[in-house]
């Protein structure tokens, strides 16, 4: 059970309570869920195969539709329907109560029909079946155990009704509950009997019979959630106002520790198929990112840093304003250059890359005194931290750049360049943003990485990315004479295909040496 | 609030109270209206750790009883001398944690059962102590406890 609102839950820390939180009805399906089968991932998946050539560490993926995701259900009922010669509403039941395991479900089907039947919560074969509902004469007046009305044994057959399991409720009050349940509790699948302690499943027929047609279309709804939820293949793309549903086989959980899947939906947005992020979040592991993340999230020290975007100038004490993502900062007053980061002077950064990225340990390791130790080890987080916000907001800058981009191209067309010869500009941008963003997840990389020959490779990689970036930021933000228009236009054009060229360099080092295990991280991933 | 649903079922119940009893150690204090209701509980026999002692249960109920489980506290009461029980599923605040009142609610079941529940949920009790984490939980708590999302750690109740 997971919850929203933590304040109002309950935990128990004791191991003990641990079994019995999900319920009987959630835990067989949970086990399944965890430790999925190594067949249900054939990396080389038959209907997954029309791709282009990818890197070792990319993933194949389809990116599907909620009616695809329908059909793909349909086909699995269908499947199960021939074979086990059934209705198809019983064999959806069966299906959802195995979580979608067709071999696991025929095999018990195979031993002990009755009992799969009663274990999933429908009626034996044996008994009335609420869809072929025969006319059977009542002969006796009926009072409904909740609401307490009356029926006379004419209208019992019409205006009350059983799921096969003798318990008799009227048809105000099925409806009353029914929609209650998906109303207010998002249930779908597992909705049962009212009788007390009645396991038996509310049938999809039933539902749509009873529920008013907004509420038997939100029952739809989701039961195609849960089908995905319950799936280890598929995932929902975590952007809003998208409803596609990726599908991938590549991913068991325990790759993890050595991939990083991150997929591009049909909505043009990046999300990780391993954890749901709703970004991409290369190069740094799931676990990593998320433990990163809380982190941020709990330290007070972050909400200090996240100060105003204003500093002021190292040498004549003005303040300045940062308006773009570029990092290079020249104070409008005294004309004094320095690093937005590092508030160090800029001409160090120029020729020779400064250790602007690299936090220095030796500060750490030399400290004495526990309180000098926590200190050092608070500096070294705020180091990673700083650079690690600060790209992130450099990229949201950015984004905003776009609208001055947009009007700059404008105005370029009115210099002569058609308006395919300015899109040079908007993909400057584009590369500069995907940059940031793989720069911001590597400082969460480098917090958790221990230091050795690799970790200094990983390191110049990063400086030279941080450059390519700066450089390109940079020349964006200058504003040309229309005379050497063309020269930008190269210029820029030549940035560009740096910063990618860089950042994959970065990115394909870290990944592959995911798969060679060559990263030893501070924590066990 | 009471709706016909609701009141039609409560009216019922009252009247079968009445006529037909509560069972032992079971007292209906008040039911002044078709909302809130309050039983007595105590808990019978000498082997019981709450001998001598009586509680006091308070239901509350919406519209949509009794398809919706009512909000169930023990109450300290000084006209009935009741006291917030003692026991590992009752925060110091009245509230309860037992599956019944959560996702184990059947729409068949009524007043009395619940009180019954409650009274077997004492009785099977050995030993004095609040639940796990009950100053932290009284601290944050909704005023409903229907609000709280119970994790039930055993079976019995
Ligand atoms: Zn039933
Ligand atoms: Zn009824
Ligand atoms: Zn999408
Ligand atoms: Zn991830």
């Known amino acids: 059970m997971s919850s929203d609102d933590e304040a109002n839950d309950i935990y128990y820390d004791d191991d003990d309570y641990g079994d019995d939180f999900d319920g009987q009805a959630g835990s067989a399906e949970d086990e399944s869920m965890s430790e999925p089968d190594a067949e249900g991932y054939d990396v080389l998946s038959p209907s997954i195969d029309d791709l282009p050539q990818k890197k070792p560490y990319d993933v194949t993926y389809k990116v599907r539709t909620v009616q695809e995701i329908m059909d793909m259900q349909n086909r699995e009922v269908q499947k199960i329907h021939a074979l086990l010669d059934i209705p198809t509403s019983?064999?959806?039941?069966?299906?959802?109560?195995?979580?979608?395991?067709?071999?696991?479900l025929q095999e018990a089907y195979f031993t002990d029909p009755e009992q799969t039947l009663l274990d999933a919560g429908l009626s034996p074969p044996s008994s009335p079946s609420p869809v072929k509902r025969t006319r059977s004469q009542h002969t006796v007046p009926f009072e409904c155990p909740i609401c307490c009305m009356d029926f006379t044994k004419e209208q019992v057959e019409d205006l009350t009704l059983t799921m096969g399991c003798g318990h008799r409720f009227c048809r105000t009050c099925w409806t009353e509950y029914i929609s209650g349940k998906i109303r207010d509790e998002g249930e779908s699948a597992r909705i049962q009997c009212m009788g007390e302690a009645c396991k038996r499943i509310v049938r999809p027929e039933l539902v749509d019979e009873l529920v008013p047609g907004e509420l038997s279309k939100k029952y739809h709804n989701l039961l195609?959630?849960?089908?995905?939820a319950d799936s280890p293949s598929l995932r929902w793309c975590p952007h809003p106002g998208?409803?596609?549903?990726?599908?991938?086989?590549?991913?068991?959980?325990?790759?993890?520790?050595?991939?990083?899947?991150?997929?591009?939906?049909?909505?043009?947005?990046?999300?990780?198929?391993g954890c749901g992020y709703a970004g991409n979040h290369r190069p740094v592991l799931c676990k990593i990112v998320k433990m990163w993340e809380k982190k941020c999230a709990d330290d007070s020290e972050t909400a200090n840093w996240l100060q105003a975007n204003t500093k002021e100038c190292t040498k004549c004490q003005s303040t300045i304003e940062k308006n773009g993502g570029c990092n290079h900062m020249t104070c409008k007053k005294c004309k004094w250059e320095?690093?937005?980061?590092?508030?160090?002077?800029?001409?160090?950064?120029?020729?020779?890359?400064?250790?602007?990225?690299?936090?220095?340990?030796?500060?750490?390791?030399?400290?004495?005194?526990?309180?000098?130790?926590?200190?050092?080890?608070?500096?070294?987080?705020?180091?990673?931290?700083?650079?690690?916000?600060?790209?992130?907001?450099?990229?949201?800058?950015?984004?905003?750049?776009?609208?001055?981009?947009?009007?700059?191209m404008k105005a370029m067309q009115t210099q002569g360049l058609s308006w395919i010869e300015t899109v040079f500009m908007r993909n400057a941008v584009d590369t500069i943003i995907a940059a940031r963003i793989t720069?911001?997840?590597?400082?969460?990389?480098?917090?958790?990485?221990?230091?050795?020959?690799?970790?200094?490779?990983?390191?110049?990689?990063?400086?030279?990315?941080?450059?390519?970036?700066?450089?390109?930021s940079h020349q964006l933000e200058t504003n040309p004479e229309p005379d050497i228009l063309m020269k930008m236009k190269q210029d820029i054009t030549n940035l560009s295909a740096y910063v990618k060229k860089r950042s994959d360099i970065l990115l394909d080092d870290v990944l592959t040496g995911y798969f060679e295990g060559r990263w030893k991280f501070t924590v066990t991933v | 609030m009471a709706t016909g649903l609701a009141s039609k079922r409560l009216m019922k119940e009252l009247a079968e109270i009445k006529s037909k009893g509560t069972p032992p150690g079971?007292?209906?204090?008040?039911?002044?209206?078709?909302?809130?209701?309050?039983?007595s509980i105590q808990v019978l026999g000498d082997e019981t750790i709450y001998k001598g002692e009586t509680f006091a249960l308070k239901m509350k109920f919406g519209p949509r009883y009794p398809i919706e489980c009512p909000e169930v506290t023990f109450v300290a009461d000084q006209t009935y001398n009741a006291v917030i029980p003692i026991h590992p599923h009752c925060y110091s605040n009245g509230h309860i944690c037992a599956s019944i009142l959560g996702n184990e609610w059947s729409p068949v079941l009524n007043c009395v059962a619940i009180c019954i529940t409650m009274q077997s949920m004492l009785a099977s009790n050995k030993k004095k102590e609040r639940p796990q984490g009950n100053d932290r939980y009284v601290r944050n708590a909704p005023s409903n406890p229907k609000l709280t999302r119970w994790h039930y750690d055993d079976d019995t109740v």
Request: glycine share 2%; proline share 2%; hydrophobic share 35%.
């Open chain 1, 90 to 104: 019983t064999a959806a039941i069966l299906l959802r109560h195995h979580v979608w395991n067709s071999e696991k």
């Open chain 1, 224 to 228: 195609n959630a849960a089908y995905v």
């Open chain 1, 242 to 273: 998208c409803e596609h549903v990726i599908e991938c086989h590549q991913v068991p959980p325990r790759m993890l520790n050595q991939l990083v899947p991150t997929v591009k939906c049909d909505c043009g947005r990046f999300l990780c198929f």
């Open chain 2, 26 to 39: 079971i007292t209906l204090l008040s039911a002044e209206d078709m909302q809130v209701w309050l039983f």
């Open chain 1, 439 to 472: 720069l911001k997840y590597s400082y969460a990389m480098a917090f958790y990485l221990v230091r050795n020959n690799d970790t200094e490779i990983f390191e110049s990689n990063q400086t030279d990315l941080e450059m390519a970036v700066e450089n390109l």
């Open chain 1, 338 to 408: 320095f690093c937005w980061v590092c508030m160090g002077p800029w001409s160090e950064h120029g020729t020779s890359w400064y250790q602007c990225n690299r936090f220095d340990e030796k500060s750490g390791i030399d400290a004495r005194d526990t309180q000098a130790k926590s200190r050092a080890s608070l500096e070294r987080y705020l180091h990673y931290f700083t650079r690690y916000a600060n790209h992130d907001q450099s990229a949201k800058l950015d984004a905003v750049f776009y609208t001055t981009t947009e009007n700059r």
